[in-house]
């Protein structure tokens, strides 16, 4: 029987079948590592894009509300109890945010998921940037050793600036999906 087998092996019957069955095991495994890398993208891309949204509805929300203190419909204590509120529902919404944060246009901290941060001076180099450039902008980084994406957008009207906001968001499930 082996000696049958290697004679059948060693035949160009034989080795065309290897070398054909090798070729399409290395194209298969191949094209699914690609496949499944651009689905891991597509996924991780989409997640991002839900982030752009979230961040971008919340940032008109907190503007209109600036607009409404500049307009003196609302005072300094009204403005702040309004984002305190805000954050808190926004988190209960979605367990992904990690936390939530409003500046001021100087770098204040007005309101924070954390209220040990109420009042103290942002030092998100991201945010900052924001600040001066009036664009949102978008990193991963790391929050209590979890994977976040974190999110800036400015609080303003054309050239018109009132701060920005700062929203963390986990990564945490989707890179297990991705893994899975």
């Avoid at 160009?12 to 298969?28: E, Y």
């Avoid at 940032?59 to 003196?72: A, I, K």
């Avoid at 979890?146 to 600036?161: D, G, Q, R, Y």
């Amino acid at each position: 029987m082996m000696e049958r087998l290697r004679k059948w092996m060693f035949s160009l019957q034989g080795k065309f079948i290897l070398v054909a069955s090798f070729c399409i095991f290395v194209f298969t495994l191949t094209g699914s590592l690609i496949i499944i890398s651009r689905e891991g993208k597509l996924y991780r891309q989409d997640f991002i894009n839900q982030a752009k949204v979230l961040s971008e509805i919340s940032r008109l929300m907190l503007t209109n509300v600036m607009v409404y203190n500049d307009l003196g419909m609302m005072d300094k204590q009204d403005v702040i109890d309004y984002f305190d509120y805000y954050i808190v529902n926004l988190m209960e919404q979605d367990k992904r945010i990690k936390y939530v944060a409003v500046i001021d246009d100087k770098g204040n901290i007005l309101a924070h998921s954390n209220i040990a941060e109420f009042g103290h001076f942002c030092k998100d180099e991201h945010t900052i940037k924001t600040l001066s450039t009036l664009s949102t902008t978008i990193v991963e980084s790391r929050f209590k050793n979890e994977p976040v994406i974190n999110i800036a957008a400015p609080l303003n009207i054309s050239t018109k600036n009132w701060g920005a906001l700062r929203i963390g968001l986990s990564t945490k499930e989707i890179q297990e999906s991705i893994n899975s």
